[in-house]
């Protein structure tokens, strides 16, 4: 449907003034969803706010997948004494680890346990804003490197 002005000097039928005032209420619909959208200030938010967490998604792979390689290369470059010894020392920080936790459920206070176990739940509930957080300093302090060098 094409809109189509009438003649200066003839009057338009019912049927043109008709296609001029649905053209007219369409083009208004429009721009009020235009305007409702650019006011929606929650969805937009909401909007950025997935796009930053794919972005963050796509880096935290990019160097996960960079660090998964940059291990696999230091690995290879050991000498077998090396690998021993750090698998020994893995062993040894793991046992010193347990004894800890056997020491801090034998003498720490209750209330304090409480709270320990309260910010460890925390934690595990909150596990992707951190990691978010976490890949976004990374990000940061990658690009900060970057320039300066």
Do not use: F, N
Request: charged fraction near 30%.
């Amino acid at each position: 449907m094409t809109h189509t002005p009438p003649d200066q000097h003839s009057t338009p039928t019912p049927a043109e003034l008709r296609e001029q005032i649905e053209h007219t209420r369409r083009e208004l619909g429009e721009t009020v969803q235009a305007l409702a959208d650019k006011t929606d200030v929650k969805a937009r938010a909401q909007q950025k706010a997935g796009r930053l967490k794919e972005q963050a998604a796509v880096t935290a792979g990019e160097l996960k997948a960079q660090a998964v390689k940059a291990s696999s290369q230091v690995q290879d470059k050991l000498p077998g004494p090396v690998k021993e010894k750090a698998a020994q020392a893995a062993g040894q920080a793991r046992a010193a680890t347990a004894q800890v936790g056997r020491m801090w459920e034998e003498k720490a206070p209750e209330p304090l346990r409480q709270q320990v176990a309260r910010s460890v739940q925390l934690t595990r509930e909150h596990r992707a804003v951190l990691l978010l957080a976490a890949a976004g300093v990374t990000v940061l302090w990658l690009a900060g490197r970057r320039r300066k060098g």
